[in-house]
T-cell receptor
Framework: GNSVTQMEGPVTLSEEAFLTINCTYTATGYPSLFWYVQYPGEGLQLLLKATKADDKGSNKGFEATYRKETTSFHLEKGSVQVSDSAVYFCALSDLGSTLTFGKGTMLLVSP | NAGVTQTPKFQVLKTGQSMTLQCAQD?????MSWYRQDPGMGLRLIHYSVGAGITDQGEVPNGYNVSRSTTEDFPLRLLSAAPSQTSVYFC?????????????FGSGTQLSVL
């Protein structure tokens, strides 16, 4: 079956630091990959997505590249802000299946 | 646009009580779903629907019922609440179940069962 594994948090960074959150996946087909973000007290919202191998999704300074050879979709940002503090979820979707989420990684950014 | 609306935001129940969590969307989405979020467990799918009159079980369906009589509404019923159902519940919808579709989430219902 499909599964998503994310690095455990919390990830604690100072403002303007470089961010990487690792995500690897297992899928039987050719899935689409997503990063969702959950700000405190809110529901999840889509941050970015990639639908095929070597695609790069990007939004709000975040980016992730769909790497089929390493089955990975790591999230990166060059310079984080306090307002980026949230929980980040990696997810995959395949034909005929429902969306599968990782367990989430909390990011804490201090001034 | 309201998007996905969930009510109530907070609820406290006693063991054995029943209640319905409401979810409505105004985007004419065919696909709707319910998740629960627990610490260290991420999001787990309870039930989902690909259209009016069609529902199916997700990963953790026991203790929950759903129905989909209209495109807009997808209520989640707890028949006899148990402390293990203490969680945050999210309703989500998308245009279809296609693999490239973006899910839109409600703001959640925090449920405590005593």
């Amino acid at each position: 079956g499909n599964s998503v594994t994310q690095m455990e948090g919390p990830v604690t960074l100072s403002e303007e630091a470089f961010l990487t959150i690792n995500c690897t996946y297992t899928a039987t087909g050719y899935p689409s990959l997503f990063w969702y973000v959950q700000y405190p007290g809110e529901g999840l919202q889509l941050l970015l997505k990639a639908t095929k191998a070597d695609d790069k999704g990007s939004n709000k300074g975040f980016e992730a590249t769909y790497r089929k050879e390493t089955t990975s979709f790591h999230l990166e940002k060059g310079s984080v802000q306090v307002s980026d503090s949230a929980v980040y979820f990696c997810a995959l979707s395949d034909l005929g299946s429902t969306l599968t989420f990782g367990k989430g990684t909390m990011l804490l950014v201090s001034p | 646009n309201a998007g996905v609306t969930q009510t109530p935001k907070f609820q406290v129940l006693k063991t054995g009580q029943s209640m319905t969590l409401q979810c409505a969307q105004d985007m004419n989405h065919e696909y709707m779903s319910w998740y629960r979020q627990d610490p260290g467990m991420g999001l787990r799918l309870i039930h989902y629907s690909v259209g009016a009159g069609i529902t199916d079980q997700g990963e953790v369906p026991n203790g929950y019922n759903v129905s989909r009589s209209t495109t807009e509404d997808f209520p989640l019923r707890l028949l006899s609440a148990a402390p293990s159902q203490t969680s945050v519940y999210f309703c989500a919808s998308s245009y279809s179940q296609g693999k490239n579709e973006k899910l839109f989430f409600g703001s959640g219902t925090q449920l405590s069962v005593l």
